[in-house]
């Protein structure tokens, strides 16, 4: 599965960004969609995820309540809104395939958001 992030810019405080990430190739494949970031110096870090065929949805408790994951199966597309959005969410992210292996194994380029103070 080859995964296409977009969406990512330069915010405000308190503003809101709607990323999306597209994927091709293998896509029956698909389990679950999630999206991940990592910030400057610090590890990598779970965002919020979504059950492909489910819509089971996931969030990381330092977003939640910010966050709204979505998907478009026939565009195979996930997308995440963010709202609310705060400095220390500046951070590369990135979507993530989770397929039958169970692992996240299929991952985007990643989209930068920067959010100003």
């Known amino acids: 599965v080859q995964l296409q992030a977009s969406g990512g810019g330069l915010v405000q405080a308190g503003g809101s960004l709607r990323l999306s990430c597209a994927a091709s190739?293998?896509?029956?494949?698909?389990?679950?969609m999630g999206w991940f970031r990592q910030a400057p110096g610090k590890e990598r870090e779970f965002v919020a995820a979504?059950?492909?065929?489910?819509?089971?949805?996931s969030y990381a408790d330092s977003m939640k309540g910010r966050l709204t994951i979505s998907r478009n199966n026939a565009k195979n597309t996930v997308y995440l809104q963010m709202n609310s959005l705060k400095p220390e969410d500046t951070a590369v992210y990135y979507c993530?395939?989770?397929?039958?292996?169970?692992?996240?194994?299929?991952w985007g380029q990643g989209t930068q958001v920067t959010v100003s103070s």
């Open positions: 190739g293998r896509t029956s494949s698909i389990n679950v």
């Open positions: 993530a395939v989770q397929g039958v292996t169970g692992r996240y194994d299929s």
């Open positions: 979504i059950g492909w065929r489910s819509g089971i949805v």
